[in-house]
């Protein structure tokens, strides 16, 4: 997006990927379909050291911004009822051959199949390490977008190289986690659940504070849970000692208020506990809850005691884990850590220390939710870099000329 806007406002770009096609990433994205942005984005749930920089930035180039570009660019979308926003073709693959397109008809210079080592800034020009160290050769440029991603999912190309660059440039490069993947938690009684979904409520706390809640899909798994269901909440692992946390589920999520009211009008109901469970959740996930309140299955629901309701809601809406760590780069979707917001302008994404060089996506310090919360950031900051680089290059050769 920044080389896209850069050429075509005028600037000379050379685009450098070191795999052999642009936007390996974006192909894998929202499982194939792409969930390009969100309507209802806002500051507030991006995990960004400064709310206020994010609140300047998404005034600088919005969802409805993002979608109006990609019409431009031949990318219609559309949005879901509860506002995520995908290409109309809902192919990820559709989105990367458009763009690329778009790319060689601005005449962009694209270099696929090229590695940057590293890179220098020497007075007026930055210098691009090609190749590994000891036999690179060197290539200088007026300006430059740094657009590398963090080090999730490293096998599509992203692995971190350029920020020991950066940090001799002077930026900050606040320690790098992986977040948006599994949480891994002790199941104790709950580990027969096993290679089963639910759809929960989800909460992260530290003692009695709860840092953050979520709700959505997730699968119970050898180490824990991963999912959408609890995607959102695992940075905290990563920003926190896993020891002090406890996942807290709530596996009835939207279907809680029918439980509770059967079973508030059990007094004359002779179906027994397993079979109630049943109209729930598949047996195999029933067995267990009614096990870990310590119930008998075939008790009818009439003779449930007050407490033994209280037990079985507790061993379904309040299960507790001990959290003890996350997943890897290799298995979570996006990076906390990187450089942080206030190095850089909220609006053009240029950084505050040298001038001429842009820091976008997930090379900032920037993480979002699921639900196009990082593409969205990936592009807009790439939009607002090509943007004003391109302006001021066009302003400079009318100043030279
Ligand atoms: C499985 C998966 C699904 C996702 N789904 C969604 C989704 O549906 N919606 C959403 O909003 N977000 C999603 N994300 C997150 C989103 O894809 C990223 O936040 C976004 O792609 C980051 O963009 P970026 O440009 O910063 O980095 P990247 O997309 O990682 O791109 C960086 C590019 O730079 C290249 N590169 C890196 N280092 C070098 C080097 N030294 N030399 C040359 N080239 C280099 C890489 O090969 C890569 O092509 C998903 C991520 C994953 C892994």
């Known amino acids: 997006m920044a080389a896209l806007r850069a050429a075509g406002g005028g600037a000379r770009v050379t685009l450098f990927e070191h795999n052999l096609r642009v936007g390996r990433k974006l192909l894998v994205t929202g499982s194939g379909r792409c969930n390009l942005t969100n309507q209802g984005l806002n500051a507030a749930a991006y995990t960004v050291a400064e709310k206020g920089w994010m609140n300047a930035f998404l005034a600088a180039f919005s969802p409805a911004d993002l979608r109006q570009e990609l019409d431009a660019l031949g990318i219609p979308t559309f949005a879901t009822p ?30 696929v199949a090229i590695n940057i080592t590293g890179f220098s800034h020497c007075i007026t020009v930055f210098e691009l390490q090609i190749g590994p160290p000891g036999q690179h050769r060197t290539e200088t440029f007026d300006a ?6 963090g080090k999730a999912y490293p096998e599509l190309g992203s692995r971190g190289e350029l920020f020991p660059s950066l940090a001799r440039l002077g930026h900050t490069v606040n320690p790098l986690r992986p977040a948006l993947g599994p949480i891994h938690a002790r199941l104790g009684a709950y580990q027969l659940l096993k290679g089963l979904r639910f759809d929960v409520l989800a909460a992260i706390l530290k003692g009695n504070r709860c840092l953050g809640e979520t709700d959505g899909n997730l699968i119970v798994t050898e180490q824990g849970f991963n ?8 940075h905290w692992v990563a920003l926190e000692e896993p020891a002090s946390l406890k996942l807290r589920l709530d596996f009835l999520g939207q279907k809680a208020s029918l439980f509770t009211g059967g079973m508030a009008n059990r007094s004359r109901s002779q179906q027994s506990v397993q079979s109630y469970m049943s109209a729930f959740m598949a047996p195999k996930a029933s067995d267990v809850f009614i096990r870990v309140a310590g119930l008998d299955p075939t008790l009818p629901l009439r003779d449930l ?19 003890t760590g996350a997943g890897t780069f290799k298995d979570s979707q996006v990076t906390v850590g990187g450089v942080p917001v206030a190095e850089v302008d909220p609006t053009t994404c240029q950084s505050r220390l040298v001038p001429g060089l842009y820091l976008v996506g997930e090379t900032l310090d920037v993480a979002g939710p699921c639900g196009g919360y990082n593409l969205h950031f990936a592009f807009g900051s790439g939009f607002l870099a090509g943007q004003h680089l391109a302006n001021s290059q066009v302003t400079q050769s009318k100043e030279t000329a």
Do not use: C, H, K
Not at 83 to 92: D, F, H, Q, T
Not at 227 to 234: F, H, K
Not at 305 to 312: I, K, S
């Open 305 to 323: 005691t007050t407490r033994e309701v209280a037990a079985l809601t507790a061993a379904l809406q309040q299960a507790s884990f001990q959290v």
């Open 144 to 149: 430059l977008v740094v657009a590398a991603g």
């Open 227 to 234: 999912g959408p269901g609890v995607m959102n909440l695992s």
């Open 82 to 111: 509860d506002g995520w926003v995908y290409p109309l073709s809902e192919s990820a693959q559709s989105a990367v051959s458009i763009l690329e397109e778009a790319l060689l008809q601005r005449q962009v210079n694209l270099r």
